[in-house]
């Protein structure tokens, strides 16, 4: 499978369209949000219908990559979830939609309206035999709360020291300029994020694709959690961003290599192919 674990400098488009067929294990797309946001270009220029258009383009590419068994997690803002969920619900089943609080502090504002701080994540599937790994995503319960549960009717439970399942509210702060994992991207997702996302719905060895890589994090977390990727990023300033991400984790100086260590991951030797690489036909 020469194809895996590369990190390509093309247009999403280009690249989906000669990924082979029931390849994919997991997608997990972070597409321009249609905000008019500043990418290096005007990928996240287009207008209202021009931009929810060119979200199924690249969507009906997609669906035939995926697996029977797959998943596909889509971020997107209140604006335009509505339209690409309703979509989506035609092609595959919604399993979850996902809110994202980004935990942004209480200063300021709209005095109009009230303030945004959440991101949608769509969570759709294939079919009913999808993968999914609950017990690798498990919150351990704290010591207080394991104590006050010490009742005969709770001894013995498996939850109870494996930990309860994630809710579909996600508490996570968005990454600022003094978090380490910060890279210079405008809407960089925390690695917590999409290391659950890749736990739970991709088994180990899969295969991953980012359409929309940004500064890496899914690559990130695919290097450190034993799983394979296919990613796309068209801006070469991103791109370089990612290789250098790479690099980091390979030679063990990113911040984050200790965490896979200490979780007995094997970081593997990946490569990092420019943009020269073609795909088997």
């Known amino acids: 499978m020469d194809w895996i674990d590369k990190v390509l400098n093309i247009d999403a488009l280009e690249g989906i369209r000669q990924i082979p067929d029931n390849s994919i ?72 939609e996902i809110i994202w609080d980004r935990k942004v502090p209480s200063m300021g504002g709209s005095t109009r309206k009230y303030s945004s701080v959440h991101d949608t994540i769509g969570f759709f599937v294939k079919s009913k035999d999808y993968y999914f790994d609950i017990d690798s995503i498990r919150i351990p319960y704290d010591e207080e709360t394991k104590k006050a549960r010490t009742r005969s009717i709770f001894v013995g439970k498996k ?90 984790i390979r030679n063990g100086h990113y911040d984050i290599a200790p965490i896979a260590k200490r979780n007995g991951s094997q970081i593997k030797k990946m490569r990092t192919d420019s943009e020269q690489f073609s795909f088997p036909m």
């Not at 979200?55 to 009906?60: S, Y």
């Not at 930990?163 to 910060?182: A, M, Q, T």
């Not at 917590?192 to 359409?211: F, H, Q, T, W, Y």
Request: proline share 6%.
């Open 25 to 96: 294990d997991l997608v997990i797309a972070d597409p321009p949000y249609g905000l008019g946001k500043d990418y290096g270009n005007d990928s996240d220029k287009k207008k209202a219908t021009e931009f929810l258009k060119w979200m199924e383009t690249w969507l009906l590419l997609i669906l035939p990559k995926i697996k029977q068994t797959g998943s596909l997690y889509i971020f997107a803002t209140w604006r335009y979830s509505p339209e690409i969920f309703v979509f989506l619900k035609s092609q595959m089943t919604m399993v979850n």
């Open 159 to 248: 939850w109870l020291e494996v930990g309860y399942n994630p809710k579909d509210v996600w508490l996570v702060s968005r990454l600022h300029k003094i978090h380490s994992e910060r890279e210079e991207h405008p809407t960089q997702k925390p690695l917590e994020i999409i290391e659950r996302m890749v736990k739970a719905s991709c088994p180990e060895g899969g295969v991953v694709l980012d359409p929309f890589a940004g500064s890496g994090t899914a690559v990130a977390a695919c290097i450190l959690n034993n799983r394979n990727y296919m990613t796309f990023e068209l801006n070469p300033d991103y791109y370089k961003i990612i290789l250098d991400r790479i690099e980091r």
